[in-house]
């Protein structure tokens, strides 16, 4: 548990610490100094499969901007999150707008403790893991959870949404 480590935690990570705390989830986060921003450094850094990475990848579909956790070795398929939040144009947001609207920096959004409720999709090649890793709120921080978890923890929506 992170409690021990409470004053070291950058304050994002406390909040996902937090966060996890009222849902009944213990977020044990690990620092990576040299940075987790790709899927591939997240990976490398971890010790895990770039597939168990989950992305956090922030769009806006006709004006609502919605959240997609997508396994690191997939691209996402603008046109199936449009096609799964009932949409028809899905479009990237920039930093301000992902911010804004979570609370948490590009590269380091958390699956919970969000500024904001976003309605959240997730591919399902991410069910495939036992375990799958995070961002706990920095570019440095991850934590590790089931698929379940980041389901449940999100309230997600499983759905295709790999590139093909």
């Known amino acids: 548990m992170a409690d021990a480590d409470d004053e070291r935690l950058h304050r994002n990570v406390m909040r996902v610490v937090d966060a996890g705390r009222t849902i009944g989830l213990t977020v044990e986060p690990r620092r990576f100094p040299e940075g987790t921003k790709t899927a591939i450094d997240a990976a490398n850094a971890i010790g895990c499969e770039v597939g168990q990475i989950v992305k956090s990848l922030i769009f806006g579909v006709d004006g609502e901007v919605v959240l997609a956790y997508v396994s690191g070795a997939n691209q996402l398929d603008e046109a199936k999150l449009a096609a799964a939040a009932g949409g028809l144009k899905c479009s990237r947001v920039d930093a301000d707008i992902v911010r804004a609207t ?56 499983v759905v295709e949404l790999r590139r093909s």
Request: net charge negative.
């Open 102 to 157: 979570t609370g948490f920096p590009i590269g380091g959004v958390p699956p919970f403790g969000h500024d904001s409720e976003l309605r959240v999709f997730v591919d399902p090649d991410l069910l495939q893991y036992e375990m799958v890793w995070a961002a706990a709120g920095t570019w440095h921080d991850v934590f590790s959870l089931t698929p379940q978890q980041l389901i449940d923890a999100s309230a997600g929506t």
